[in-house]
């Protein structure tokens, strides 16, 4: 199958500079006035940054919210709730806040007098990340030049056309499935893409699983057009 696309996919990378804010919170209260006052960047890196740090472990790790309610808090309960937060549901970092808010100050109304201050040292230590976006040398005019270079590119490319666009210019989709179907009309594999559920994926698997994907469809276009 060699159709050409409309347009050619860019392949971009990304590298993060992470620093502290100089912002903590020693109990339940600050942690939540911290999420409502922290910078998008900040609420990213504390709910994604795990992800592409551990791309070859278990899927699904906690984001850092949850882990430190379960763990440092031993509010065992509202880590569930926080930690099971469905990500996938929103398409702008704003929302994602929103719903976290939402979680922590039903717990604050239903247990009032569970906000303690943790030991000192084990406060949240509120985080962001500065992005640097850039080209590589992979661009794909076809969908087998698209397979090959999904096989070529690092995970932080994977990463960052998955997760990070999608979010930081608030699409629905990821940069995959628009191209698909934009520049390919290649619809239904852009559909199934866009099914791909990436947070129950480690980044090398969710690339074996694009690029498998992208085998049936090009031996299905063979079997058309013989």
Not at 7 to 31: C, D, S
Not at 102 to 107: A, H, N, Q, T, W
Not at 130 to 138: E, K, L, M, S
Request: some cysteine; glycine content about 2%; hydrophobic content about 40%.
């Amino acid at each position: 199958m060699s159709i050409e696309a409309k347009e050619p996919f860019f392949f971009f990378t990304r590298h993060n500079l992470t620093y502290l804010t100089g912002r903590k919170a020693k109990n339940l209260e600050e942690l939540l006035s911290g999420i409502k006052e922290a910078s998008s960047a900040s609420i990213y890196h504390h709910t994604h940054h795990f992800l592409q740090q551990h791309e070859f472990l278990s899927p699904e790790p906690p984001n850092d919210f949850a882990y430190w309610i379960t763990n440092v808090l031993a509010d065992s309960v509202l880590g569930e709730r926080v930690a099971s937060i469905d990500l996938r549901e929103f398409s702008r970092l704003r929302d994602i806040r929103l719903k976290i808010i939402e979680v922590i100050e039903e717990s604050l109304r239903e247990n009032p007098g569970a906000d303690y201050n943790v030991p000192p040292g084990l406060e949240f230590h509120f985080m962001r990340a500065q992005t640097f976006v850039f080209p590589i040398n992979h661009v794909a005019r076809s969908l087998a030049e698209f397979r090959e270079c999904l096989q070529q590119v690092s995970i932080m490319s994977i990463y960052y056309h998955t997760f990070e666009s999608r979010l930081r210019l608030q699409r629905r989709f990821n940069d995959f499935s628009y191209w698909l179907s934009d520049s390919l009309g290649e619809d239904k594999l852009a559909e199934r893409f866009s099914r791909i559920d990436p947070y129950t994926y480690t980044l090398a698997n969710l690339r074996q699983s694009m690029v498998k994907m992208i085998d049936k469809r090009l031996k299905e276009a063979t079997h058309d057009h013989p």
